[in-house]
T-cell receptor, first 112, second 115 residues
Framework: DAGITQSPRHKVTETGTPVTLRCHQT?????MYWYRQDPGHGLRLIHY???????DKGEVSDGYSVSRSKTEDFLLTLESATSSQTSVYFC???????????FGEGSWLTVV | GESVGLHLPTLSVQEGDNSIINCAYS??????FIWYKQESGKGPQFIID?????DKRQGQRVTVLLNKTVKHLSLQIAATQPGDSAVYFC??????????????FGQGTILTVHP
């Protein structure tokens, strides 16, 4: 158990609406990540954070923004959802004491 | 961009057999590799990792081998069990600084274990 909670776990939304996914961790880890998983593409990094208010883009950041106002929460926002953003979104944390990366259980997002 | 790939998309084995899942990587700067197991409807579960200063690392029923010369990684599962059935991903990153955790994943191998 990596102490990661993602919410919502499942969501259906309409094209053009804003959506925010939340990743909450209980162990005060500095590094947090958002990945998306699509058939044929594996997991790809969207954004990551290396501290409160410190974020950077990943491989597939277009159409997404993130915020980290406190250590335990990392939010992923789709400002105007599109069908191409239908995906499974995974949050991950870096446990520095063992120096590896653990994933949450995922958020299934469908944009119709 | 550079990526990590898998040779075999599917692997079927009998219960009790040993399984070997292979992975090729192309980024010579990668120095940290992780194997994940993903069951349907769940997040990737950490299995084992290895750093580039090692050739082999063993865990419980699993062994990871790293051949830096040919940029090849393998996961060996001993005495495979039905509960091992899942998709297995290799991932790579550079271990230093903020690049760490920016994982590049392979496409995955589906392992099916028959009783």
């Amino acid at each position: 158990d990596a102490g990661i909670t993602q919410s919502p776990r499942h969501k259906v939304t309409e094209t053009g609406t804003p959506v925010t996914l939340r990743c909450h961790q209980t162990e005060n880890h500095r590094y947090m990540y958002w990945y998306r998983q699509d058939p044929g593409h594996g997991l790809r990094l969207i954004h990551y954070s290396y501290g409160v208010k410190d974020t950077d883009k990943g491989e597939v950041s277009d159409g997404y923004s993130v915020s980290r106002s406190k250590t335990e929460d990392f939010l992923l926002t789709l400002e105007s959802a599109t069908s191409s953003q239908t995906s499974v979104y995974f949050c991950a944390i870096r446990k520095t004491e063992v120096n590896t990366i653990y994933f949450g259980e995922g958020s299934w997002l469908t944009v119709v | 961009g550079e990526s990590v790939g898998l040779h075999l998309p599917t692997l079927s084995v009998q219960e009790g057999d040993n399984s070997i899942i292979n992975c090729a990587y192309s980024n010579s700067a990668s120095d940290y590799f992780i194997w994940y197991k993903q069951e349907s409807g769940k997040g990737p579960q950490f299995i084992i990792d290895i750093r580039s200063n090692m050739d082999k690392r063993q865990g419980q029923r699993v062994t990871v081998l790293l051949n830096k010369t040919v940029k090849h990684l393998s996961l060996q599962i001993a005495a495979t069990q039905p509960g091992d059935s899942a998709v297995y991903f290799c991932a790579e990153t550079s271990a230093g600084g903020t690049s760490y955790g920016k994982l590049t994943f392979g496409q995955g191998t589906i392992l099916t274990v028959h009783p």
